[in-house]
Structure formats: structure tokens, C-alpha cells
């Protein structure tokens, strides 16, 4: 079982509906990251998280540490926010130390149609 | 352009040769990693460097792979002896973490995509 999971793997929409994309996690984190990849390869991040949640534009991100889940939001969704959308976290070791890599989950492909 | 850059941005190469990626940070970033992406997947953590130091790297580095930040600034990751596995897609990025900040944004290269026929 991946440490990272995410749902759904794909998402389609029309224009302007409200998304969803969940990320769930089994081991103990220092921060929760929300990166947006469009086609050719390019990584943008998005939201970092330790708690609670935050806005950026249509963009809304929110963490529930004891429940080890994420959602990222997407309020009027365009056709241009069509992206992989990637949950990513940095583990903590058995001492609490924050590991400097980032585990990623696998990605929802997201397609906003006119 | 003060991204992170990556060079070369594709390439082919066939089974058994070597081949070596580039990483420039973003200049004032101290830590940079390396991560590899196959089709569909998310990426996969490699290797990272806290300036020239190697902190950490993975068990997905085989005894093929290598990678160097000789000075601190750029990094090199080099793959022998290549495999039709070894095709994906080689990102780095970099970072640079604030003394009693959790965590730290990580900025992102374009990628290399090598294809080993």
C-alpha cells in the first residue's frame, strides 16, 4: 500500500462545476504539499500545509492532521485548470525529524470541459 | 530566467550506453534534489544534496546511477550502463529551508525525458 493515496485517479467536469480531489496518508507527517503538473513535465507548487487550510485565488487546500486526509478544492473550475494534480508529503522518521524528500502520491488527472 | 533549469530536455539513447543529466538550481538554494517519474505515476524520490553533501538516496539508485553537486551549485546525475527501465522522466528540484520552518518549498525543473530504446 502506497504511503500516499490519492482519489479520484481521473476527474473529468464541465466548466465552472465544483472539484474535489482527496489525499489520504498513513504515517506521520511535518507537511502536506499540493503541486499542479501540466502536460511536458512541468511542477508547480501550489499549497504547502501543515494545518488548518488555505486559500489562493479559486484554489482552496485543507489538512486534517488526525485524520491523515487532504482535499484541494477547486471553486468555478476552467478548462485551463485541466493538470495532474499531485499530493505529496514530507514523512517524519521514528525520531520526529522531518525527512527533506518528498513522498508523492500518483496523481488525478483532471479535465475541465468548455 | 532564475527557475530551476534542466538540460538536456530529451534524451534518446540506446540500451547499454551511458548517459548524464544536468541540474541548475535556483542560485541561492542550498538543498537540491532528484526524483524520476514514469508515465502515470507520481514521482519517486532519488537522491538529495544539502550543498555538496549527498544526504540521502534511495533505493531505487542502483549501483548505475550517480549523482554529484561537486561545488554546492549544479548537479549531475549519471546513468551506466542504461536499461529500458531507466525510461522516464528525471526531475529536479531545489530548495532552500528556513532555520525553524517545518518544511520547505521545493521548485521544480522542466525534467529530462530519456527513452532508452
Known amino acids: 500500500k502506497n504511503e500516499v493515496e490519492q482519489s479520484p485517479q481521473n476527474l473529468t467536469a464541465q466548466e465552472g462545476e465544483f472539484i474535489t480531489i482527496n489525499c489520504s496518508y498513513s504515517v506521520g507527517i511535518s507537511a502536506l504539499h499540493w503541486l499542479q503538473q501540466h502536460p511536458g513535465g512541468g511542477i508547480v507548487s501550489l499549497f504547502m500545509l501543515s494545518s488548518g487550510k488555505k486559500k489562493h485565488g479559486r484554489l482552496i487546500a485543507t489538512i486534517n492532521i488526525q485524520e491523515k486526509h487532504s482535499s484541494l478544492h477547486i471553486t468555478a473550475s476552467h478548462p485551463r485548470d485541466s493538470a495532474v494534480y499531485i499530493c505529496a508529503v514530507r514523512l517524519l522518521d521514528a525520531g520526529g525529524t522531518s525527512y527533506g524528500k518528498l513522498t508523492f502520491g500518483q496523481g488525478t488527472i483532471l479535465t475541465v470541459h468548455p | 530566467d532564475t527557475g530551476v533549469s534542466q538540460n538536456p530536455r530529451h534524451k534518446i539513447t540506446k540500451r547499454g550506453q551511458n548517459v548524464t543529466f544536468r541540474c541548475d538550481p535556483i542560485?541561492?538554494?542550498?538543498?537540491l534534489y532528484w526524483y524520476r517519474q514514469t508515465l502515470g505515476q507520481g514521482p519517486e524520490f532519488l537522491t538529495y544534496?544539502?550543498?555538496?553533501?549527498?544526504?540521502?538516496k534511495s533505493r531505487l539508485l542502483s549501483d548505475r546511477f550517480s549523482a554529484e553537486r561537486p561545488k554546492g551549485s549544479f548537479s549531475t546525475l549519471e546513468i551506466q550502463r542504461t536499461e529500458q527501465g531507466d525510461s522516464a522522466m528525471y526531475l529536479c528540484?531545489?530548495?532552500?529551508?528556513?532555520?525553524?520552518?517545518?518544511?520547505?518549498?521545493?521548485?521544480f525543473g522542466p525534467g529530462t525525458r530519456l527513452t532508452v530504446l
Open positions: 528540484a531545489s530548495s532552500f529551508p528556513l532555520s525553524g520552518v517545518v518544511t520547505d518549498t521545493q521548485y
Open positions: 542560485s541561492e538554494h542550498n538543498r
Open positions: 544534496f544539502q550543498n555538496e553533501a549527498q544526504l540521502e
